[in-house]
Structure formats: C-alpha cells, structure tokens
C-alpha cells in the first residue's frame, strides 16, 4: 500500500499499535552474540559503542550516532563495550494479523539523516521516564499501574512519535506493507478469527468452522493457499512468537508465561519449546541477556 492511499475511519481505527517501550540505557552482556532471538518492529540509535546485527543473510554494523530499524522477526545481536542505546520498540498491525511495516527494514541509516526523529525519541523518553537521564531495557518494559492521566498521557505521546516515525520511513522509501485482499473475503475473517483464539486453549476447528461458514478441509485449503500452513501449524506459530516476546521482553516467571499458553506444567513447557526451537526457555532468556534492542 503506497504511503498516499488514504484510509477510511473504520480501517485506521482497526489498526492494533501496542507500544512496548523507550529507553536509554546501556546494553548488557557486551562481546557476546546473543542466541537467535523474537524482536518487534522498532529503531534505536547507537549513542555510544557499536552494534552488530546478524540478520541471517548478512550481519549489519551500526556505529555511533547511527540508527537501526528493525523488522518484525528473529536475529542476533552482539554489542561493544559500553554501548549505550535509545531504542523504541512496538507491534503494529493491519486488522489481519500482517505487520503494517517490514518490507525494506533491518536497515542502518546515517544519524545525520534522522535529526527529526532523534529529537522525536529523546522528547518521548522525557515525556514517558520524565527527568530521569537512563532507564535500562528491563525497567522500560516492566510497566506497573499508573493514572488514567498517566495512561492518557503517555499514550498521546507515542502516538505523536509515531507519527514522525511514519514520516521518516516515507523519506526513507519505506511504506507500509500492502494488505492482502484474498477474493474470498472469508478468508479475512478466517484470519481475523484465528488471530483472535486463546492461546492457552487447544484450537478447535470445528468451532471456527461454524463462525466462519466453512468445512475443515475448506478451511485447509484456503489457509495452505494463504499462508503455505494448516490452522493448527498457524497457531503454534503464534504461541511461540509469544513465547519468545515474553522470555526476552521481560522478567516474567517461566509458570506465568506457560499458564498463560494453556500448560498446566511448567516441564511440559520446556519440552515444547525446545522441541521448536532447540533450546530450553531459560537458555533463550539467558542468551538473549536482556538487552533487548
């Protein structure tokens, strides 16, 4: 979808933006490379250091005073000593579950073309952490209550940094990623509905048959012509995109995050995960070291 398209009320207010963090901080477990890991859509801009960015086919250096824009996926990350990041990371989503950004990131940009943006992130630091000077990954993103005032405010103020932050990919020749229009428009709420299941609950196709008029093997059919997956491969597959996000986004207990995946015993957990992915939950969240750019 080109950046001028217009969206109508109903289509923007269906757009899912969850914002995950700000911060200025210095990055952990410097020299190392970290195990593959989940990392959201974002930027951040090296203030001190240096950065490498492993990305699968190729590995990117990210120097001092130089932004990254990251794409939705997996990599790995290795960080100079005392490299020190201001980084914001967030999920933005059509109504169907696709990104909105990630064709044309992973990118690093020189900082001097990014003088707007920068002063955008350090403002939003301010407005969220207020006079503090550094408030680390973990901290940012272990977010307590707060006032609806609070709430209110801070909310307004990502979403005036979001704004920037769309305008600068425009500059940059990087726009949204189109929306597939399937012919079959039940294919879009087949989507929509499957986005939408518990994760802590077994799929249950026939249930989704009927709230979408399909057959299961209709429902097969569309989805391996879509997405090149069955409905059970597809929800595993977001079950473990959340698995990632919880074990390297934060300090949440290893029987917080499999409950809230339907196990009932955290070792059944661990078989899981390691079984997709060949690692053991806490070797992930002790490789990623939670640095979390």
Not at 255 to 280: V, Y
Request: a positive charge; one cysteine or more.
């Amino acid at each position: 979808m080109p950046a001028s398209v217009l969206l109508t009320p109903a289509l923007w207010q269906s757009i899912v933006c969850e914002w995950l963090w700000v911060y200025d901080g210095i990055a952990p477990r410097a020299q190392v490379w970290s195990q593959k890991i989940t990392v959201p859509p974002g930027v951040f801009f090296v203030q001190s250091g240096q950065v490498k960015i492993d990305v699968g086919r190729e590995v990117i250096v990210v120097g001092k005073g130089d932004a990254f824009f990251s794409a939705p996926g997996t990599r790995r990350q290795w960080f100079d000593e005392d490299t020190r990041l201001l980084s914001v990371g967030l999920h933005c989503r059509w109504p169907d579950g696709l990104h909105l950004y990630q064709t044309g990131l992973d990118v690093a940009v020189p900082g001097k073309r990014l003088k707007l943006l920068h002063e955008a992130t350090r403002t939003l630091f301010t407005q969220v952490h207020g006079r503090r000077k550094q408030v680390g990954y973990v901290e940012a993103t272990t977010t307590g209550s707060r006032s609806l005032q609070d709430w209110t405010r801070h909310e307004a103020a990502y979403r005036q940094w979001f704004a920037e932050f769309v305008s600068t990919l425009k500059r940059l020749g990087i726009t949204p990623n189109p929306r597939k229009r399937a012919e079959d428009r039940r294919l879009e709420h087949l989507r929509a509905w499957l986005q939408s299941w518990p994760l802590d609950r077994a799929l249950d196709l026939k249930a989704v048959a009927l709230e979408v008029e399909l057959s299961p093997r209709r429902i097969h059919q569309l989805l391996r012509d879509d997405l090149g997956m069955t409905a059970q491969v597809y929800q595993e597959r977001r079950r473990l995109e959340h698995a990632r996000q919880r074990l390297t986004q934060g300090t949440a207990p290893l029987k917080e995050i499999a409950f809230g995946l339907g196990f009932r015993h955290p070792p059944h957990f661990t078989a899981w995960f390691r079984r997709h992915t060949g690692m053991t939950p806490t070797a992930c969240r002790a490789g990623y070291g939670l640095e979390g750019a």
